[in-house]
């Protein structure tokens, strides 16, 4: 079964093709970074613009790279929410429209779940059961996968997702938007001992987490000394950087022990940063855990991602309906 996938959950459109939920046949991915960088941030109104502007043009480049038709296409998947309401539209209405005209059954799928059936599409997935931690700029989560099919939220974000906070911290820096991939490169440069900013535990029992208040400190940090030098601006990016890594590392390990597990996984933007990978790989190998790390090219929205979860939802008879509709929030 071939089927196409389609991502508009934020500021990237992509399609994928995906035959039998475990092989990429083509891939696309339409970033909107230069359209939201003077922003320092997503603008919801403009993403929306320009996934109407791109979603066809990224799917004829699909179908392209691809070498295939539209009639080669045996299903639809197409993300559901979270995410922004009105890119979630463009995306999910595009996908309802082609499969009621190419006659073929579609479904929508749960981004969040999505990001962990990434893993599924490397050449070594990790076997089930195992502890995903997924981070990005619009959510941070542990989940508990017994089976592709079935995730148990263990906890998330009270406030600010991982993701989010290297985008306002960045800004803060003058550094430039996407925050994470500008700080993980700046934070090479810097000590992250120098500085060093609360690590928000809150409690340390607990398998949620918290990222507003390293914010708010980072901000404090910046007016007590308005007159940083450019080195020092390296430091401050490292320090914060390793505040949010002993976290997201020390609950995803807790919470792998918590579930006598010893198999843990990276899913989402933020799993691309080089530190967090590094880290995670030195300390879960520590307590002889496994770690698996999804592809650069899949730690990001994408559609490869929405494919894989298509399949396996229509292949347990999974359908769309006319009046299915996209949620921002998941419940």
Known sequence: MI???IESS?????????RDGNRILSSVVASQEEVHHPYGGVVPELASRRHLESILPVMRQTLSQAGVGLADIDGVAATRGPGLIGSLLVGFSFAKALAFALEVPWVGVNHLEGHIHALFLEAQPPPCPFIALIASGGHTGLYFVSSPMSMELLGQTRDDAAGEAFDKVAKMLSLGYPGGVVIDRIARQGDPERIRFPRPFMEKSSRDFSFSGIKTAVGRYLREHPDSCPGHVADIAAGFQEAVVDVLVYKLIRAAHSKGCLR??????VAANSRLRERLVRDAGAEQM???LP????????????AALGYRLLAAGRRGRLEDDVFSRSG
């Open 3 to 5: 089927v196409l996938g």
């Open 290 to 292: 496994e770690v698996y």
């Open 10 to 18: 934020c500021d990237e459109t992509a399609a994928a093709l995906v």
């Open 264 to 269: 843990v996984a990276l899913a989402g933007g």
């Open 295 to 306: 592809s650069l090219q899949l730690c990001g929205d994408n559609a490869a991602m929405v």
